[in-house]
């Protein structure tokens, strides 16, 4: 609804307002585009305008989604569900994020699980085993040695950390 009423304040008239886009009637917004810029920016949003930005960023959508809320739910590999999503061919879209991100798609991925995986043992509420299961990891060994690998901790060393720095009431 802001990004909605920011438009409308510059006189312009949004056709769809989606999590990430925004689709106007006008083609052309150069008279008022630097004033939408900062209007955006103050309301800690971005105009991304260029069609290599708009690209990457629904991969980046699309990955923080299914990370966040669809992990277990796809039975397709990262790659096929991208392409399906994007309407690109994989190699293309894989190439673009290299170059602009400076890392894989399979990096990033790989990335936004880890940072899932510890969430979810912070909030301690799963097992590891749950855990593993719910991002879809083939075994929890998986999870734990690419945990390792990304973060330098095991799983359990990463738990125990977070529990060394509470005290109890009692020794307070």
Known sequence: MVVKST????????LQVEL????????D????KEQLIQELQSLDFDLLDDKKTKSI???KNLITDLVQNKSNSIDVKLS???SRELHQ??????NLF???????IEKYYILQRIEKVKELIVYDELSLSEIAFQLNYSSVAYLSNQFKKVTGLTPSHFKNLRTVKRKSLEDL
């Open 7 to 14: 438009f409308e304040k510059l006189r312009l008239h949004p």
């Open 20 to 27: 990430g886009e925004v689709e106007i009637m006008e083609n």
């Open 29 to 32: 917004i150069s008279a008022v």
């Open 57 to 59: 960023e629904r991969v």
């Open 80 to 82: 096929e569900y991208l």
């Open 89 to 94: 061919d994989y190699s293309s879209l894989s």
């Open 98 to 104: 290299s170059e602009v991100e400076g890392m894989t």
